[in-house]
């Protein structure tokens, strides 16, 4: 039987959500993560310290007492952001990040930044106290083609903002394109990228097989097998630049499986195991721990976690549950086409 040891991973782009959502998906994080960067985009969403430290203690509430595992809160962006709240916020650790939305790009960012020029010198600061900004890096114009617009970002948002902010510690969230590795290995070093399991598994073909696949509908949308590839390589090589941030994104079945369907991938329950199976896949088990425990905690310059986990590889393939239930409602949990045989063993 094979096993490997490896540092308790962490995961640098969670949605919570809140109330009963909240209290069903929190466990399915904690159980494997020793932290987690928690998404601000609630209904309304989380727009100042206030509101993210009230937040955080209602995550607290859910977490199992058998979990050792630390929420780090964000602030979502907007051309209102008061520059001294995110600096005391900063400064006292009640939040750890600020989260860019350009308005419209996804799950509820209507309130998003539609000027990046209004936002510098927030960024300004931010950079001058070492806080991290994360970006859904797409444009928003409904003129660009929806495969493009990761693309389209780079070359006219976040360009502008590496060179004009230079000293700003930057995640590029969810990488999707290999425009996006090249762009983030070429870049200088305070930029870095942060991948999902389904963009590791899954090309966008899963969209659309023998019928469209809302489970699979995520932003940003998958793209085609060239971009899969290139995020594969750029996970599996080990460079410091390229770490795991899940964007387990819960929404009830009823949302998904509907005429306007929500986008997102439930996929915190697996996700450890999948990862695992995906780099043995590749030969490359020895760069796990980089991308799932040590290179985000580099690039965010914390501490890796003290604890480790076990994975255990079986000969027989995992089985997995189809649904998280949240009372007469339920979620439906990600997993690949391939077989998982690994499994955490605490
Ligand atoms: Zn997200």
């Not at 928690?38 to 206030?50: D, E, G, R, S, T």
């Not at 977490?63 to 979502?76: G, V």
């Not at 390589?233 to 390229?242: D, H, L, Q």
Request: net charge negative; aromatic share 8%; with cysteine.
């Amino acid at each position: 039987m094979e096993e490997i040891e490896i540092i308790k991973p962490d995961d640098w782009h969670v949605h919570f959500r809140d109330n009963e959502i909240l209290k069903a998906v929190v466990p399915e994080t904690t159980r494997h993560f020793a932290r987690s960067i928690v998404m601000p985009n609630l209904v309304p969403p989380i727009l100042n310290a206030k509101q993210a430290v009230e937040y955080k203690k209602r995550i607290e509430k859910v977490i199992p007492s058998t979990d050792n595992f630390e929420p780090l809160m964000t602030i979502y962006l907007t051309e209102e952001t008061n520059r001294d709240d995110l600096k005391s916020a900063y400064k006292n650790g009640s939040v750890f990040a600020v989260k860019l939305y350009p308005a419209g790009a996804t799950t509820n960012s209507e309130s998003g930044v539609k000027d990046i020029q209004k936002i510098m010198p927030v960024l300004e600061t931010m950079a001058e106290i070492g806080m991290p900004l994360l970006i859904h890096g797409e444009v928003t114009d409904p003129n660009i083609d929806i495969f493009d617009r990761e693309k389209v970002f780079i070359d006219t948002k976040l360009d502008f903002i590496c060179r004009e902010v230079p000293n700003l510690k930057i995640t590029l969230e969810h990488i999707t394109t290999q425009d996006a590795t090249l762009y983030v290995k070429e870049c200088n070093q305070n930029l870095a990228a942060s991948i999902t399991p389904h963009h590791l598994a899954l090309n966008r073909n899963a969209l659309f097989v023998g019928g469209i696949r809302p489970h699979n509908y995520c932003l940003p949308i998958l793209k085609r097998e060239t971009h899969r590839k290139a995020l594969v390589e750029a996970a599996v090589s080990g460079n410091p630049k390229f770490f795991l941030g899940t964007d387990t994104a819960p929404h009830l079945i009823k949302d998904k499986e509907s005429a306007c369907g929500c986008a997102g991938v439930f996929n915190a329950t697996y996700c450890i195991q999948i990862l695992t199976q995906l780099f043995d896949n590749e030969d490359s088990l020895q760069n796990l721990e980089k991308f799932i425990s040590k290179n985000g905690a580099n690039h965010y310059n914390l501490k890796t976690s003290n604890e480790t986990i076990l994975m255990v590889k079986s000969n027989e393939t995992s089985s997995f549950k189809e649904y998280l239930h949240i009372g007469n409602q339920k979620i439906k949990i990600f997993k690949p086409d391939f077989p998982v045989f690994w499994t955490v063993s605490k």
